[in-house]
């Protein structure tokens, strides 16, 4: 059976949630029995998101194959509960270092190589491999970026030549917009759509279906307008207006008809079973509300000021919450305005330090961790702040003067936390660091081990620096537990300290293993602690 496609394009601006229509279309086809995968497009010059800042750009999300992906994916995979391998975000410098090496290994024999057709056919295989190779039924791709934007344009040549060659019972476009309202009255606004739209036809691509982002629900006298200027029928115009949980979206489009109209224009209807099986969905989705009680959590990192940098941190506290029925309330706080001014941080019921890089910050940080220790506050550290925390717990407990991770300071004379043997001889910071899913040996008779009921878990890394070896018994003495190893003990994987509350750090990342309805365990039992400490 051939795969049918979907492509969702973005116009007007960014910021829309593109990423949103796309996870949630593809989530009411999977309802509806469908096998469904969802591919991100990122048109920028990065190889992948590993070396962008991600206060500029958002988290980067890891994949269990060790992709270092936009955060896109991270969408995809807590809306479908599926993993999304790497080769699901297709970047510029991916196609086109790979024409560049077939060219260098002669494979275009003596052809000029252009845009058109090489760089658009390398981007066609890519996606039709995917579809092919997982034996998808529907694939929702995402192009990044606004319709107009140079880099973009030719994955929407590659996709329009899709559509042409596959036909339109095929292949699908959704265009995704915005009515803004700008006056009291609140009219909206359907001028920016028509633009995005005739933006669109210019190159050639005509949208079948038309998601409009706006405030309130889109009026039928706009949706009639906006389909006369844009010929997409009235029908096929949807409102996509702000909601209180982004996973309520898939439930707004199915309301609107959408799973039928999708599989008219794919002539399935009869063909499948469209039935949606909405049960489980809808429990998790409702127990994402307003609860009574609220847990009050201080996250303490480096790159505050933009939510969408610790995106899944977010996210898999909600989950954690849910579950445990409790609100969670995150105040930010910048680890570098820190410095020595602790006492606020007793306010709260837990402290969460998540993933970091570089010195900036690293003595707020390495404060925090000695500041919830002592003070008996239940303490998740994430990577950096697993890392952060065995630097203050040797400072101050140890008495390892100047203890430091030599990520921090190359030339301290306890280096606590030291790169990776293997990282010695790397040169590239792209890609490099040790990443995605590692086994991992839990320590039965740990706090470890009642939080994941198991002797042996998967879990997900970004790092290049880890815990050095060295200083192991002089930790396990003064109190310490490692109470997770990987690669046969080489590296320490969890750290806690059993005298204490819930003081618990991870080298690897639990976020991006959470999923709304399947909480990852660590956040859980970090709430459930933070929650009995409740002031
Ligand atoms: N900077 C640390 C390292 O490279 C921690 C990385 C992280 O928090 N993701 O090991």
């Excluded at 949103?20 to 009411?28: E, R």
């Excluded at 339109?168 to 009291?184: G, K, Q, R, Y």
């Excluded at 063909?271 to 099986?277: D, K, Q, R, W």
């Excluded at 105040?331 to 330090?353: A, P, R, Y």
């Amino acid at each position: 059976m051939q795969t049918k496609f979907i492509f969702i394009t973005g116009g007007v601006m960014s910021g829309l949630g593109k990423g949103v229509v796309s996870s949630s279309i593809a989530k009411l086809l999977q309802l509806s029995n469908q096998k469904v995968s969802c591919v991100k497009i990122d048109p920028y010059l990065n190889y992948d998101a590993g070396t962008m800042n991600p206060v500029a750009h958002g988290e980067v999300f890891v994949t269990d194959d060790g992709g270092e992906c936009d955060m896109d994916i991270g969408n995809y995979e807590r809306f479908l509960n599926q993993n999304i391998p790497k080769s699901h975000n297709i970047t510029t410098a991916q196609i086109y270092s790979n024409v560049i090496e077939a060219e260098r290994r002669g494979e275009y024999l003596g052809a000029c190589v252009q845009i058109i057709p090489h760089i658009t056919d390398e981007i066609k295989n890519r996606i039709r491999k995917i579809a092919e190779d997982e034996k998808l039924d529907i694939l929702v791709v995402e192009c990044g970026g606004t319709v107009g934007d140079i880099e973009s344009l030719p994955f929407l040549e590659a996709l329009r030549q899709i559509r042409t060659e596959d036909g339109p019972e095929n292949v699908i476009f959704v265009h995704v917009t915005l009515a803004p309202s700008l006056d009291v009255v609140g009219e909206q606004k359907t001028k920016p759509t028509q633009h995005s739209v005739q933006e669109l036809r210019r190159i050639g691509i005509q949208p079948d279906l038309l998601t409009v982002r706006c405030t309130s629900p889109l009026l039928e006298k706009t949706k009639k307008k906006i389909s006369m200027f844009t010929n997409v029928s009235v029908k096929d115009v949807f409102s996509c207006h702000d909601v209180d949980s982004i996973f309520k979206v898939p439930q707004i489009l199915y309301d609107q008809d959408l799973v039928n109209i999708i599989f008219k224009k794919f002539g399935m209807v009869g063909l499948v079973n469209a039935s949606a099986n909405w049960d489980k969905w809808n429990s998790i989705v409702n127990s994402i509300k307003k609860y009574e009680k609220t847990v009050n959590i201080a996250m303490v990192g480096k790159y505050v000021t933009l939510t969408d940098s610790y995106v899944s941190v977010n996210h898999a506290l909600k989950h954690a919450g849910a579950s445990i029925g409790k609100n969670v309330s995150i105040e930010w706080i910048d680890s570098e305005t820190l410095d020595g001014n602790m006492e606020k941080l007793g306010n709260f019921d837990g402290i969460l330090v998540p993933g970091g890089f570089g010195t900036r910050g690293s003595e707020g940080i390495i404060k925090t961790a000695n500041f919830a220790r002592e003070k008996n506050i239940p303490y998740l550290g994430i990577c950096f702040g697993f890392q952060l925390a065995a630097v203050a717990f040797g400072r101050n407990v140890c008495g390892l003067n100047g203890a430091n991770s030599t990520e921090v300071d190359p030339k301290t004379t306890n280096p606590v936390i030291d790169l990776l043997p293997e990282q010695k001889a790397v040169a590239n910071m792209g890609g490099s660091l040790r990443l995605g899913a590692n086994d991992i040996n839990v320590k039965e008779n740990s706090l470890a081990y009642k939080v994941y009921n198991s002797k042996f878990i998967s879990k997900r890394h970004r790092h290049r620096f880890e815990f050095n070896k060295k200083y192991i018994d002089m930790f396990i003495e003064k109190g310490m537990v490692f109470s997770g190893e990987s690669d046969n003990g080489k590296r320490m994987e969890i750290l806690e300290i059993p005298s204490h509350k819930f003081f618990f750090g991870v080298q690897f990342h639990p976020e991006f293993s959470s999923r709304p309805g399947f909480p990852e365990e660590a956040f859980k039992a970090f709430l459930e602690a933070a929650s009995s400490n409740s002031k």
